[in-house]
C-alpha cells in the first residue's frame, strides 16, 4: 500500500511540473539547446574557394567562368594535389608540379571549348543456358589417352599431399570451370580527343592550402584573351610591338618592393603594364633549397639557377604550346548464375588521362628582374626564386645585339697591311632599365 502510495504521489509531482513547465521555456533548456549548437565543421577545397571568388569576381563584369565571354576572354579553373606532402623534403618541387599539371589541365579544357573529338562504343551480351539431365549422345568411352590422365593426376595429387598442399587446394586445382546457366556482359569505352596550340594564357588567381592529413591541393585561374594572345605572337615573332597600349603602371617598382612571401605564391607568369603603358611578362621561377652539412651556400646558388631556368620557361609556355590531350574511360560489367546456385560479380571502371605538350624551341630574350630567397609558410622549407621579364625594350636591345654578334670583321686582325677595324659601337641600352636617377621618380 505505502509503494502505491509513492508511485501516485510520484505520477503527480510529474504531471504537475509538465503543466508548470512551458513547452517555449523547454526549447530553451541547457539540455536541447546544446544539441541546436552543434556545428559540422567543412574546410572548402582551394578550387572550391577559388572558383567561389572568380564567379563573384566575374558576375561583378557581366562575365562567367568556362565560357567565351563578350570581350573574348575565357576563363577556367583546375586544381591539382602535390604528391609529396607538406612536412616533407621534396615538398617545393612536388608544388611545382602540381601547379605544372594544374596548368596543362586548364589549357586541356580551354582547348575542349573549340570542340573534341568523342569516340565511343558500348554493347552487351546475355546468355541463358538451362540443361536438365544428360544428353545420350555425349557420352562416349574414355579413350586411353584420358584414362592415363586420371592416372596422373591422381599420382600428382598424392604428391602434392605428400609436400604438405591441403586437401583443399588440391580440389580447386582439380575443379574445372563452371557452366554458367546464365550470363549477363556489358562494355563500354569513351575516348576524348583535344589537340591543338594555345598560345596568351596567363594564370590570373591561384588558391592553395591544406585539405586534412597530407594533403596540399593548388587551383588556379587561367585566363585567355586576344591581347595576350597577340602578345603571345609579337614574342613568338620577334615582331614589332603593335599591342595597344593600356593603363599606365610601374609594375617594375612593386616587383622590387614585393616581399618573399608574397613571391612565394607567385607562380607561372604575370601579364602587366609598365610605365608607357605597354604589355610585359614576367616569369616566376622557384626551387626548394635543401639543407646541406656543408657548402650550403652552393646550393642556394644552384637552386637560383634551376628557378631562372623554370622562369623562363614559364614564359616561353604561356606564347605557346602545342598539347595534344586524350581522356579514356572504360566500364565493365559481368554476372554470371550457376547450376549449383551460385553466382559471381565483376565490375571494373578505369579511367585514365593524358596531356602531352609536344617539344617546342624558342629563341626568346628576357632580363633579369630580382633573385630571391624565402622561407614557404605552411611547409617552412627554404626557397630560392628568380623573376624575369619580357619587355618591348628589352627585346628590341636583344635584337640589335643578336644583329651585332653576326656581324664579321671586314678586316684581319692579324694583317699588318688591313686597316684598323672602325670602334665598336655601344648598344643602346633600354630606357625602361631603372638607374639610380630614375629610382626617385619611381
Same mark, same amino acid.
Given at each position: 500500500?505505502?509503494?502505491?502510495?509513492?508511485?501516485?504521489?510520484?505520477?503527480?509531482?510529474?504531471?504537475?511540473?509538465? /503543466?508548470?513547465?512551458?513547452?517555449?521555456?523547454?526549447?530553451?533548456? $541547457?539540455? +536541447?539547446?546544446?544539441?541546436?549548437? +552543434? &556545428?559540422?565543421?567543412?574546410?572548402?577545397?582551394?578550387?572550391?574557394?577559388?572558383?567561389?571568388?572568380?564567379?563573384?569576381?566575374?558576375?561583378?563584369?557581366?562575365?562567367?567562368?568556362?565560357?567565351?565571354?563578350?570581350?573574348?576572354?575565357?576563363?577556367?579553373?583546375?586544381?591539382?594535389?602535390?604528391?609529396?606532402?607538406?612536412? #616533407?623534403?621534396?615538398? @617545393?618541387?612536388?608544388?611545382?608540379?602540381?601547379?605544372?599539371?594544374?596548368?596543362?589541365?586548364?589549357?586541356?579544357?580551354?582547348?575542349?571549348?573549340?570542340?573534341?573529338?568523342?569516340?565511343?562504343?558500348?554493347?552487351?551480351?546475355?546468355?541463358?543456358?538451362?540443361?536438365?539431365?544428360?544428353? !545420350?549422345?555425349?557420352?562416349?568411352?574414355?579413350?586411353?589417352?584420358? =584414362?592415363?590422365?586420371?592416372?596422373?593426376?591422381?599420382?600428382?595429387?598424392?604428391?602434392?599431399?605428400?609436400?604438405?598442399?591441403? $586437401?583443399?587446394? @588440391?580440389? =580447386?586445382?582439380? $575443379?574445372?570451370?563452371?557452366?554458367?546457366?546464365?550470363? &549477363?556482359?556489358?562494355?563500354?569505352?569513351?575516348?576524348?580527343?583535344?589537340?591543338?596550340?594555345?598560345?596568351?594564357?596567363?594564370?590570373?588567381?591561384?588558391?592553395?592550402? *591544406? @585539405?586534412?592529413?597530407?594533403?596540399?591541393?593548388?587551383?588556379?585561374?587561367?585566363?585567355?584573351?586576344?591581347?595576350?594572345?597577340?602578345?603571345?605572337?609579337?614574342?613568338?615573332?620577334?615582331? *614589332?610591338?603593335?599591342?595597344?597600349?593600356?593603363?599606365?603602371?610601374?609594375?617594375?617598382?612593386?616587383?622590387?618592393?614585393?616581399?618573399?612571401?608574397?613571391?612565394?605564391?607567385?607562380?607561372?607568369?604575370?601579364?602587366?603594364?609598365?610605365?608607357?603603358? &605597354? #604589355?610585359?611578362?614576367?616569369?616566376?621561377?622557384?626551387?626548394?633549397?635543401?639543407?646541406?652539412?656543408?657548402?650550403?651556400?652552393?646550393?642556394?646558388?644552384?637552386?637560383?639557377?634551376?628557378?631562372?631556368?623554370?622562369?623562363?620557361?614559364?614564359?616561353?609556355?604561356?606564347?605557346?604550346?602545342?598539347?595534344?590531350?586524350?581522356?579514356?574511360?572504360?566500364?565493365?560489367? /559481368?554476372?554470371?548464375?550457376?547450376?549449383?546456385?551460385?553466382?559471381?560479380?565483376?565490375?571494373?571502371?578505369?579511367?585514365?588521362?593524358?596531356?602531352?605538350?609536344?617539344?617546342?624551341?624558342?629563341?626568346?630574350?628576357? $632580363?633579369?628582374?630580382?633573385?630571391?630567397?624565402?622561407?614557404?609558410?605552411?611547409?617552412?622549407?627554404?626557397?630560392?626564386?628568380?623573376?624575369?621579364?619580357?619587355?618591348?625594350?628589352?627585346? *628590341?636591345?636583344?635584337?640589335?645585339?643578336?644583329? &651585332?654578334? /653576326?656581324?664579321?670583321?671586314?678586316?684581319?686582325?692579324?694583317?699588318?697591311?688591313?686597316?684598323?677595324? !672602325?670602334?665598336?659601337?655601344?648598344?643602346?641600352?633600354?630606357?625602361?632599365? @631603372?638607374?639610380?636617377?630614375?629610382?626617385?621618380?619611381?
Amino acid at each position: 500500500m505505502k509503494k502505491l502510495t509513492a508511485l501516485i504521489m510520484l505520477l503527480l509531482c510529474v504531471v504537475a511540473f509538465a /503543466k508548470a513547465q512551458n513547452p517555449a521555456d523547454l526549447a530553451k533548456t $541547457e539540455a +536541447v539547446q546544446e544539441t541546436q549548437n +552543434v &556545428q559540422n565543421e567543412i574546410k572548402e577545397f582551394p578550387e572550391d574557394v577559388l572558383t567561389n571568388y572568380m564567379m563573384t569576381a566575374l558576375s561583378k563584369k557581366g562575365k562567367s567562368l568556362g565560357t567565351i565571354n563578350s570581350d573574348g576572354t575565357i576563363y577556367i579553373i583546375a586544381a591539382n594535389s602535390t604528391a609529396r606532402p607538406s612536412n #616533407m623534403p621534396g615538398f @617545393i618541387n612536388s608544388r611545382n608540379i602540381a601547379y605544372s599539371i594544374a596548368e596543362l589541365t586548364a589549357k586541356m579544357n580551354l582547348l575542349r571549348l573549340a570542340g573534341e573529338q568523342i569516340t565511343s562504343g558500348r554493347g552487351f551480351t546475355m546468355l541463358e543456358d538451362i540443361i536438365e539431365g544428360e544428353d !545420350p549422345d555425349a557420352s562416349h568411352k574414355a579413350g586411353m589417352l584420358e =584414362k592415363a590422365a586420371k592416372i596422373v593426376d591422381k599420382s600428382l595429387d598424392k604428391a602434392l599431399e605428400y609436400l604438405g598442399v591441403s $586437401e583443399e587446394d @588440391i580440389a =580447386k586445382m582439380n $575443379e574445372s570451370k563452371k557452366q554458367a546457366v546464365y550470363e &549477363q556482359n556489358f562494355d563500354q569505352t569513351v575516348k576524348s580527343l583535344v589537340a591543338g596550340m594555345v598560345k596568351g594564357c596567363a594564370v590570373v588567381k591561384m588558391v592553395e592550402g *591544406e @585539405i586534412g592529413s597530407d594533403d596540399y591541393q593548388i587551383a588556379i585561374c587561367m585566363k585567355y584573351s586576344p591581347e595576350f594572345q597577340s602578345l603571345a605572337a609579337v614574342i613568338r615573332d620577334n615582331s *614589332e610591338y603593335q599591342i595597344p597600349v593600356a593603363q599606365v603602371k610601374n609594375s617594375n617598382e612593386k616587383m622590387m618592393n614585393m616581399s618573399a612571401e608574397d613571391l612565394v605564391s607567385r607562380m607561372g607568369v604575370w601579364v602587366t603594364y609598365n610605365k608607357e603603358g &605597354q #604589355m610585359v611578362v614576367y616569369g616566376f621561377g622557384q626551387q626548394e633549397v635543401r639543407t646541406t652539412s656543408s657548402r650550403q651556400s652552393s646550393a642556394f646558388s644552384r637552386a637560383y639557377s634551376q628557378a631562372r631556368l623554370q622562369a623562363v620557361n614559364n614564359i616561353k609556355n604561356f606564347v605557346a604550346e602545342d598539347l595534344v590531350a586524350q581522356e579514356t574511360q572504360t566500364n565493365v560489367e /559481368k554476372l554470371r548464375e550457376y547450376a549449383d546456385g551460385t553466382n559471381n560479380y565483376f565490375s571494373r571502371q578505369k579511367w585514365e588521362q593524358a596531356v602531352k605538350a609536344k617539344e617546342t624551341s624558342l629563341n626568346i630574350a628576357t $632580363e633579369q628582374i630580382r633573385q630571391w630567397k624565402g622561407k614557404h609558410p605552411v611547409s617552412g622549407h627554404d626557397v630560392a626564386g628568380f623573376v624575369v621579364a619580357w619587355t618591348p625594350a628589352n627585346a *628590341e636591345t636583344a635584337k640589335q645585339l643578336k644583329e &651585332q654578334f /653576326k656581324d664579321v670583321p671586314k678586316n684581319d686582325a692579324n694583317n699588318p697591311n688591313s686597316e684598323a677595324s !672602325p670602334e665598336r659601337q655601344k648598344t643602346k641600352k633600354s630606357e625602361y632599365i @631603372i638607374s639610380g636617377e630614375e629610382e626617385e621618380e619611381l
